[in-house]
């Protein structure tokens, strides 16, 4: 009989050999969180530049104390389902904050951002309609559709001339399409070109747009809308899907939209009837942290000035940096073993980001991702940009500081 995990092989072989010796990103602990930009890792104190809490609000004084009255309040969990027993007044009443905050019609709040993605796109959709989705989306979108009875067609990241062929060829079938795209993309932190595709979408009839905001909400737009504020193209976006594990500073997803049926998606996705609502203390805190996303706009300018300060200084190093600033700022390594020596490196002196590997980052990069938070100060990311330089050196990237020179 084979084994069980025997397909994994490879994978097991790979990961073995990558962090033979030495600390990997499972064996990260934090002993102690010491604000939203610093955590102890190992008895150090380390700067975390990789935890997507762009805005800092994980410690807001407001959410804090609202999240103790609804922990004491309403106990730790609901114990049940949106559907069965799990919608408390919290609940609705986040659901009525969202629907301000975007001037939408409708707001749907799920327990994750990975089961919004989810939830929505297996069952938007039926067999006769196409979902026409960018390669570069996140797993969720990808497990989201996969589970979709749609017909499922992918285009070129960020290309919206690849959608409009795409478009083109179905523009005799009688279904409807549906565009997915993301507001900045995860891994690289590209930005996507929202206004091409709202063109695009236009010259066709029965066309949708959904936007994963997970990480251009709080960040993009002067009121933290994201990218379809920024871009003024609002509109256009018939459904917008983000998160509260990101600049919202807790966990939790949810989708908003116009669509007059939108609540239908109540009975019918499986992602919001069949698992557990969010507990109080953690809805408490997304509906005071929303407003704060709201009035962000100082959080938000400096948020912007850290990712300057990091994507140039480390770009200065003539480190390979794959998109330009953005709060993503993602650090292109030679190959795998190059990336887990840097990241090892980084994390004995000091610094935490994410290692990011294929088959999980687009073209097969071998990723340093930092994400910046607006909490982090000048010193820090200076201090930062200097191990970064220290790693890069010891490790034959860089052959002096402050000197570029080209990449292996
Ligand atoms: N969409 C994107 C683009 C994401 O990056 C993520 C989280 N990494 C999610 C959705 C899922 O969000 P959550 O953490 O709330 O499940």
């Not at 790979?14 to 010796?21: H, I, N, P, S, T």
């Not at 327990?111 to 993605?117: D, E, H, I, P």
């Not at 939790?252 to 557990?276: D, K, M, W």
Request: hydrophobic share 45%.
């Amino acid at each position: 009989m084979a084994d069980l995990f025997a397909r994994f092989a490879p994978l097991m072989a790979q990961r073995d050999q990558l962090f033979a010796e030495g600390r990997d990103p499972f064996s990260v602990q934090m002993t102690e969180v010491l604000s939203q930009t610093e955590a102890v890792i190992g008895n150090r104190r380390t700067i975390l530049v990789g935890t997507n809490n762009y805005l800092g609000l994980t410690f807001a004084p407001e959410a804090l104390a609202a999240a103790h009255e609804a922990l004491d309040a309403g106990g730790t969990g609901t114990t049940g389902s949106r559907v069965a027993n799990g919608t408390y007044a919290g609940h609705a009443e986040l659901e009525a904050t969202l629907r301000d905050f975007y001037g939408t019609k409708h707001a749907m709040v799920f327990s994750t951002g990975f089961l919004a993605n989810l939830g929505v796109l297996s069952t938007l959709m039926g067999p006769d309609d196409f979902i026409l989705m960018d390669a570069d989306c996140h797993a969720s979108i990808y497990d989201g559709v996969r589970a979709s009875s749609a017909q499922i067609i992918r285009f070129k990241h960020n290309d919206a001339a690849d959608l409009d062929k795409r478009l083109a060829r179905l523009a005799d079938k009688p279904g409807n399409k549906l565009i997915v795209i993301e507001g900045i993309y995860s891994m690289l932190g590209d930005i996507a070109p929202i206004k091409d595709f709202v063109a695009v979408k236009k010259k066709y009839e029965n066309v949708y747009l959904l936007s994963d905001e997970a990480h251009s909400l709080g960040v993009l737009g002067k009121f933290g809308r994201g990218l379809p504020e920024q871009e003024g193209v609002e509109d256009d976006v018939d459904f917008i899907v983000g998160t509260f594990s990101k600049s919202v500073g807790t966990v939790g997803g949810f989708c908003v939209s116009n669509h007059p049926q939108f609540e239908i998606l109540r009975l019918v996705c499986r992602a919001y009837v069949f698992t557990a609502s969010l507990p109080p203390a953690v809805i408490a805190a997304a509906n005071v942290n929303l407003g704060l996303v709201k009035k962000g706009g100082a959080l938000r300018a400096r948020l912007q000035r850290n990712a300057q300060q990091l994507h140039a200084g480390l770009s200065e190093l003539g480190l390979k940096i794959a998109s330009n600033a953005s709060p993503v700022v993602a650090v292109v390594a030679p190959d795998p073993q190059v990336a887990v020596a840097f990241w090892r490196g980084l994390l004995d002196a000091g610094v935490y980001v994410n290692l990011a590997l294929p088959p999980a980052t687009p073209y097969g990069y071998s990723l340093l991702r930092a994400s910046l938070c607006a909490a982090h100060t000048e010193e820090q990311i200076d201090e930062v940009i200097g191990i970064f330089r220290d790693v890069a050196t010891s490790l034959g990237l860089i052959d002096a500081p402050r000197k570029r020179v080209a990449a292996r």
